[in-house]
């Protein structure tokens, strides 16, 4: 009997490696490359570059820098996209054809067998009492501005609208150009919730620089 289930299982991964890398090629690889380097016919037009999933390194995670991201964000990205790049959103795609997805993407690096890599997300503040009283937002507005101008304007420009002076030559863990976000539009690649950007101010981030701010 153990040994069935353990077949069963085999062969159920190897089922949806399969149809993973059959939708990886359908879908994924005009941007992501047939192999997952990052360099399909799509790639060299666009600014912001299709990730090279053999690095086994990710921008998109609840955890902490340095870790893997959970399934979870992965799945994430590809049903939700990313905001303001080539990354699109896969709404159709099946709960199936993306779990396959997953194992394809997880079947590129080897950082994913390992253990200390393995992530979980960071612990998230509790809500100040203050976010939802307009008098105490205003005064942490006026100190978080305060932070910003001294922090962040650098790169991401007075008005956060990613045109800082240190704004230019900066590249990230994949030596690609990487350009501060526009923090004044209306939608951030991480997510518009506080709880999806808390990870990067906490721990600094796979896209330069953020990790000198702690
Ligand atoms: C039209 C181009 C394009 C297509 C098609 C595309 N991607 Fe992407 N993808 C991108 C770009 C560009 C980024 C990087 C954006 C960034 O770093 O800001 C990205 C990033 C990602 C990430 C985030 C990795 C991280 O660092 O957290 C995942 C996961 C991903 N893509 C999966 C997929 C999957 C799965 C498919 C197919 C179902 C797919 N992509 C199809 C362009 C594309
Ligand atoms: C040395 C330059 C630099 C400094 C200083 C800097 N950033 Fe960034 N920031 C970047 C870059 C580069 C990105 C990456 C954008 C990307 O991935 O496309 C980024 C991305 C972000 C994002 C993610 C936005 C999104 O769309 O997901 C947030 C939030 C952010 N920065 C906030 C801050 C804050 C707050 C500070 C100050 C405490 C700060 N940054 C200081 C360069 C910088």
């Known amino acids: 009997m153990v040994a069935d289930d353990a077949e069963e299982a085999q062969r159920r991964e190897l089922h949806q490696y399969l149809k993973g890398r059959y939708l990886f090629q359908k879908q994924c690889a005009i941007c992501h490359g047939t192999a997952g380097r990052g360099d399909g016919p799509w790639a ?12 086994g390194a990710f921008k998109f995670r609840s955890t902490a820098f340095g870790t893997l991201p959970t399934e979870d964000d992965v799945r994430r990205t590809i049903r939700s996209g990313i905001s303001g790049t080539a990354m699109p959103f896969f709404k159709d795609l099946s709960e199936d054809d993306v779990d396959a997805l997953i194992v394809f993407i997880k079947s590129m690096s080897r950082n994913w067998e390992k253990e200390e890599l393995q992530g979980k997300p ?35 420009g007075a008005e956060g609208n990613g045109d800082g002076p240190g704004a230019s030559g900066l590249v990230d863990v994949w030596e690609e150009v990487s350009k501060p976000a526009m923090l004044s539009a ?18 600094g981030d796979e896209r330069n620089s953020h990790d000198r701010l702690r």
Request: hydrophobic share 25%; with cysteine.
């Open 44 to 55: 060299a037009e666009l600014s912001d570059k299709p990730r090279n999933f053999r690095t």
């Open 122 to 156: 960071v612990d998230l503040p509790e809500v100040p009492s203050w976010f939802h009283d307009p008098a105490g937002t205003t005064a942490h507005q006026k100190k978080g501005a305060e932070t910003f101008a001294t922090h962040c304007a650098v790169c991401h």
């Open 186 to 203: 209306p939608h951030h690649k991480s997510g518009d919730k506080p709880t999806d950007l808390y990870p990067y101010y906490r721990d």
